[in-house]
């Protein structure tokens, strides 16, 4: 892991709309990440082992799917899905068997959260500060990746500012201009984190609009593990997918 065209895709990781509990401590501490130094493949794509997350840049609108099969593979549930304003489209390869649900703890917030919620221990799978009007100033989100046929997009002008590694995540920043969009939003800007571990299949997003350097100053300080639960989201009957990464409230 915002605003979704639809209830089906806003689903796709699974997130519901509980009452917050409790945010966790804005105590400063070092991104727990341990594991290998994975290979990044260019900018377009990046993969070590197991899955492979692709970027493809779009000028047009990007039109896909959602397809729910019966126990017979018949089609069950079937509408077309277009976004006009569409900059940039994420897809992955790899197994379809996915791993445990990611779950994480944020030991920097610029802004306490005011959506989602925590446990005990402060571990959370989404936490927001929703901000007012045109401010949403930042998302935070855990998920497992789908491979095959599951378009997420990025809509705007979107550009790619940096790629690099950090342990066995790989790190995609990136900003989307909107005024120039067809539809409205209610921002002009957005900027996002993606942290995407290519063995464990898991996609972290930190987005919003408050401005990169914040963002990356709370991906630096998350602490992120196997939640032990199974991977769910709101499109596991769906064999093909597309929904949005674009930040909004709910």
Known sequence: MAGRVNDAVMAKLGITQPQPRRTAKKTLRTLLLVAVIAALMGTAAYAASGWFMNLRKTGTAETGYWRELDEQGEILTEYKVSFPDAGMVLTFEGPTERKN?????????????????????????????????ASIPYIVSAGNVRAGNHKRIINGEVTLVREEDWADWHVTELTSDYTHCTQRWNYERANYVLLFNSEEGW????????????????????????????????????????????????
Do not use: K, M
């Open 203 to 250: 996609l972290i997003q930190i987005s919003g609009t408050a401005d990169l350097d914040t963002l990356e100053h709370i991906a630096r300080e998350l602490e992120i593990r196997d939640s032990g639960r199974p991977a769910f989201s709101g499109e596991d009957g769906a064999v093909e997918s597309i929904g949005i990464l674009d930040p909004g409230r709910g």
């Open 101 to 133: 649900q990611p779950e994480f703890r944020c030991f920097y917030l610029p802004s306490e959260a005011n959506f989602g919620f925590t446990d005990e221990e402060g571990w959370a799978e989404y936490l927001s500060d929703q901000g007012e009007g």
